[in-house]
């Protein structure tokens, strides 16, 4: 059975920081596409971060470039999003995603909340 388990959201004043996890089970965690998607409120899911090949590739969504850094730990079978610099815009739900290969089947986590505010 497939599991992903985030942690680490909470309430943050803008300008700080926060380390979300998202531990995995129940699938080939080093091969599959490992991402963090969040919906803000009143809007659609979007896309954050990425780690893919095994780890050794990243991508960004532009807004948090330079503020967020994604990194996995393969004999943990968790993913992070190390989040600098908060701001209140970043506030939303933030969801864990894998995709594995052979067959491409794409799992979700149930989300974790990060509130930015003052």
């Known amino acids: 059975q497939v599991q992903l388990v985030e942690s680490g959201g909470g309430w943050v004043q803008p300008g700080g920081s926060l380390r979300l996890s998202c531990a995995a089970s129940?699938?080939?965690?080093?091969?599959?596409?490992m991402s963090w998607y969040r919906q803000r409120p009143g809007q659609v899911r979007e896309f954050v971060a990425s780690?893919?090949?095994?780890?050794?590739?990243?991508n960004y969504e532009n807004s948090v470039k330079g503020r967020f850094t994604i990194s996995r730990d393969n004999v943990k079978r968790t993913v992070y999003l190390q989040m600098n610099n908060l701001k209140p815009e970043d506030t939303a739900v933030y969801y864990c995603?894998?995709?594995?290969?052979?067959?491409?089947?794409?799992?979700w986590g149930q989300g974790t909340q990060v509130t930015v505010s003052s």
């Open positions: 995603n894998a995709v594995k290969s052979y067959p491409q089947t794409t799992y």
């Open positions: 780690s893919f090949n095994g780890g050794r590739s990243t």
């Open positions: 129940g699938f080939t965690f080093s091969t599959a596409a």
